[in-house]
């Protein structure tokens, strides 16, 4: 089966870093991918891990362990449009990515 | 280069109607997802297909739901006597290829089902 974890919500201060973490346990492995996604709004592609290591993107990062089954988002110079929630998302063996609930991410002045 | 189109964005339909959600993949991609997101709830895979063809419908429910990605025209989502549970909201992503690692999905802003 699949077994996806993240925090549901986190706040963070403008100009802050944040790490969002995310497990998982899954049949098979291909790649973890980070989406984010405002409210009422399409998920939209940030980033994919499938070796272990650091990824870094511009002020967004991930990190992938594949022997722990554990990856992490971060996020630097937070801006007030971060807020939103961020998916973590694993390709099994299968066809399709299998998605956490998402963590609820919210930017304070 | 437009990206996944979804129509229509907001749909209400009363118990027992037929509820049908369309998505047209951006351009040049063939492999069509159908996701479904509750609530408080992460994105649950529905179906995935490619032109005339399902190739994977392990997330769809045994009856009230059909997908079809005809070689003409957009992909479908169908959902037949609906009840208040269906309300959601369906999201349809593409991508141009399949195999490991090649699964960056681009999603379309979803349609809200709304059951009365």
């Known amino acids: 089966g699949q077994n996806i974890d993240q925090p549901t919500e986190m706040t963070a201060t403008e100009g802050a870093i944040v790490q969002i973490n995310c497990t998982y346990q899954?049949?098979?492995?291909?790649?973890l991918f980070w989406y984010q996604q405002h409210a009422g709004e399409a998920p939209t592609f940030l980033s994919y891990?499938?070796?272990?290591g650091l990824e870094e993107k511009g002020r967004f990062s991930s990190f992938l362990s594949r022997s722990k089954g554990y990856s992490y988002l971060l996020l630097k110079e937070l801006q007030m449009k971060d807020s939103a929630s961020y998916l973590c998302?694993?390709?099994?063996?299968?066809?399709?990515?299998?998605f956490g609930k998402g963590t609820s991410l919210l930017v304070t002045p | 280069n437009a990206g996944v189109m979804q129509n229509p964005r907001h749909l209400v339909r009363r118990r027992g109607q037929e509820a049908r959600l369309r998505c047209s993949p951006m351009k040049g991609h063939s492999h069509v997802y159908w996701y479904r997101q509750l609530p408080e709830e992460g994105l649950k895979f529905m179906v995935y297909?490619?032109?005339?063809?399902?190739?994977?419908e392990s997330g769809m429910p045994k009856e009230r739901f059909s997908a079809e990605f005809p070689k003409e025209g957009p992909s479908i989502l169908r959902i037949q006597q609906v009840v208040r549970g269906d309300s959601a909201a369906y999201f349809c992503a593409s991508s141009p290829k399949t195999g490991a690692g090649a699964n960056v999905l681009t999603f379309g802003a979803g349609s809200r089902l709304t059951v009365l």
């Open positions: 297909l490619q032109k005339e063809n399902i190739i994977d």
């Open positions: 891990n499938v070796l272990d």
């Open positions: 899954t049949s098979g492995f291909n790649g």
């Open positions: 998302a694993v390709e099994d063996s299968g066809y399709a990515l299998n």
